[in-house]
């Protein structure tokens, strides 16, 4: 006896078909069974129904009436306690409650569902052996009515949703109105790269952490300000042609940066544009320049170097018998953002054979002036050490302003047989802008 076909009652596809309770209170389900009830009515090849019992029966899901994908599958066994009760000739099974059957099996517009039993002689045994085959033909797989209304949500399409993990464009005009710390953030992997916080009205770039996340203006290559909508108080930008950043407040463009800002000047030998010249007594001797490292790894002179030093320097030796000296002049046009009257810290760095014998004075000097506004003593402060002694308020009673040029006299002592060396120059000033 041959198992001829079972009739397929009742299909109905989860999400089709949802039965609504009246309540004061509605909430939308967080998730949904995925279960598909399935009833069914078994006859032999002759027309009979089976006698009552638990039957062996495999549940198949493919994508064509035949070959095709299996893409889901089922075995409800009689050894697993899992098998199918047949009343009457029918049975009915929740599909899903043994193999979990996902909504992506759904996927696919076209499924077709196929029923399997054993041999007669094991259809209700615990060995079954299935080689009668599955029923023919298959059964398309079919919406309910309603099910028709889950192909879109309030009438709109997938498409019209944006997904996580793809690429999205937003065409309209959107809005996020959550009073959150977090409301909206950008990330990249963990790192927060924006936070919107509009429980505080405010939006962060980064987070406290060791990335440091940039944030980067937009451009203007060319000369002049934006005009238009991007002339609006509160507005600001990067002008590349100009070098500066620049707001708009007060109904005009200024350059962002105020005054207050702290910078510095540093002027390494040789100096751009130095002149070298004696004073007319005992000047006799050679001016050399140079560069020593403690590392050696320039293969450089590392004479006198420490494992640290790095200087690039000048080097004024004599053999007399008698000290000589020799001084260095340095003209230096102060920057265009120099506030008056604000520097400070002239610092400079020497090196002397011995205190005794060596010396290194700096003198200040302003535009037309033959009177120093500083002269420091002696920068030679050790025996063959680099010394580096600042002066915290050089100019005295000089008064200077952005674009003058300023005088630098080094002067250089050296006794017989000896040398001193003069390195890097700076000083600190405020902006004026």
């Given at each position: 006896m041959?198992?001829?076909s079972v009739?397929?009652?009742?299909?109905?596809?989860f999400?089709?078909?949802?039965?609504?309770?009246?309540?004061?209170?509605?909430?939308?389900?967080?998730?949904?069974?995925?279960?598909?009830n399935?009833?069914?009515?078994v006859?032999?090849?002759?027309?009979?129904?089976?006698?009552?019992?638990?039957?062996?029966?495999?549940?198949k899901?493919?994508?064509?009436?035949s070959?095709?994908?299996?893409?889901?599958?089922?075995?409800?066994?009689?050894?697993?306690?899992?098998?199918?009760?047949?009343?009457?000739?029918?049975?009915s099974?929740?599909?899903?409650?043994v193999?979990?059957?996902p909504?992506s099996?759904?996927?696919?517009?076209?499924?077709?569902f196929?029923?399997?039993?054993?041999?007669?002689?094991?259809?209700?045994?615990?060995?079954p052996?299935?080689?009668?085959?599955?029923?023919?033909?298959?059964?398309q797989?079919l919406?309910?009515?309603?099910?028709?209304?889950?192909?879109?949500?309030?009438?709109?399409d997938?498409?019209?949703?944006?997904?996580?993990?793809?690429?999205?464009?937003?065409?309209?005009?959107?809005s996020?109105?959550?009073?959150?710390a977090?409301?909206l953030?950008?990330?990249?992997?963990?790192?927060?790269?924006?936070?919107?916080?509009?429980?505080?009205?405010?939006?962060?770039?980064?987070?406290?952490?060791?990335?440091?996340t940039?944030l980067?203006?937009d451009?203007?290559?060319?000369?002049?300000?934006?005009?238009?909508?991007s002339?609006?108080?509160g507005?600001?930008?990067?002008?590349?042609?100009?070098?500066?950043?620049?707001?708009?407040?007060?109904?005009?463009?200024?350059?962002?940066?105020?005054?207050?800002?702290?910078?510095q000047?540093?002027?390494?030998p040789?100096?751009?544009?130095?002149?070298f010249?004696?004073?007319?007594?005992?000047?006799?001797?050679?001016?050399?320049?140079d560069f020593?490292?403690?590392?050696s790894?320039?293969?450089?002179?590392?004479?006198?170097c420490?494992a640290?030093?790095?200087?690039?320097y000048?080097?004024?030796?004599?053999t007399?018998?008698?000290?000589?000296?020799?001084?260095?002049?340095?003209?230096?046009?102060?920057?265009?953002?120099?506030?008056?009257?604000?520097?400070?810290?002239?610092?400079?760095?020497?090196?002397g054979t011995t205190?005794?014998?060596e010396?290194a004075?700096?003198?200040?000097?302003?535009?037309?002036?033959?009177?120093?506004?500083?002269?420091?003593?002696?920068?030679?402060t050790?025996n063959?050490?680099?010394?580096?002694?600042?002066t915290?308020?050089?100019?005295?009673?000089?008064?200077?302003?952005?674009?003058?040029?300023?005088?630098?006299?080094i002067?250089?002592?050296?006794?017989?047989n000896?040398?001193?060396?003069?390195?890097q120059?700076?000083?600190?000033?405020?902006?004026?802008?």
């Amino acid at each position: 006896m041959r198992f001829r076909s079972v009739a397929l009652i009742t299909a109905c596809v989860f999400a089709g078909l949802f039965a609504f309770v009246h309540a004061n209170n509605a909430y939308a389900a967080t998730t949904l069974p995925t279960m598909m009830n399935f009833q069914g009515r078994v006859t032999n090849n002759s027309g009979s129904i089976l006698s009552n019992g638990t039957y062996n029966m495999r549940f198949k899901i493919w994508t064509a009436s035949s070959g095709g994908s299996q893409v889901w599958s089922e075995d409800r066994l009689v050894s697993a306690s899992q098998g199918v009760t047949v009343t009457n000739g029918m049975f009915s099974v929740q599909l899903g409650s043994v193999t979990t059957l996902p909504a992506s099996v759904f996927a696919s517009n076209s499924l077709y569902f196929e029923v399997e039993l054993p041999t007669p002689a094991t259809a209700t045994g615990s060995s079954p052996s299935w080689t009668e085959g599955a029923m023919t033909p298959r059964n398309q797989l079919l919406p309910s009515a309603y099910a028709y209304n889950s192909e879109t949500l309030d009438g709109l399409d997938s498409a019209a949703f944006a997904q996580i993990g793809a690429t999205n464009a937003f065409t309209g005009a959107n809005s996020f109105d959550v009073s959150s710390a977090t409301a909206l953030q950008v990330k990249s992997g963990s790192a927060v790269l924006l936070t919107a916080d509009t429980a505080n009205s405010r939006v962060s770039i980064g987070a406290s952490d060791t990335t440091g996340t940039v944030l980067i203006l937009d451009t203007k290559t060319g000369s002049g300000d934006p005009t238009g909508g991007s002339a609006t108080n509160g507005a600001m930008y990067y002008n590349s042609n100009a070098g500066k950043f620049r707001c708009y407040q007060g109904g005009a463009w200024y350059d962002c940066l105020s005054a207050g800002q702290t910078k510095q000047v540093s002027l390494e030998p040789e100096y751009a544009g130095a002149t070298f010249t004696g004073d007319g007594t005992n000047n006799t001797g050679s001016l050399s320049s140079d560069f020593c490292s403690g590392t050696s790894r320039l293969s450089i002179n590392t004479a006198n170097c420490a494992a640290t030093n790095e200087y690039n320097y000048y080097q004024w030796t004599t053999t007399q018998a008698t000290a000589q000296d020799y001084d260095l002049y340095v003209r230096l046009k102060l920057p265009s953002d120099y506030a008056t009257g604000s520097m400070t810290n002239l610092t400079a760095t020497a090196w002397g054979t011995t205190t005794a014998s060596e010396s290194a004075v700096l003198s200040l000097f302003s535009p037309g002036s033959a009177t120093a506004c500083t002269t420091t003593s002696n920068l030679v402060t050790s025996n063959a050490t680099w010394n580096t002694s600042t002066t915290a308020s050089p100019l005295g009673a000089c008064s200077l302003v952005a674009g003058d040029t300023v005088t630098i006299r080094i002067r250089l002592l050296a006794g017989q047989n000896k040398y001193v060396r003069m390195s890097q120059i700076g000083f600190s000033y405020v902006t004026s802008y």
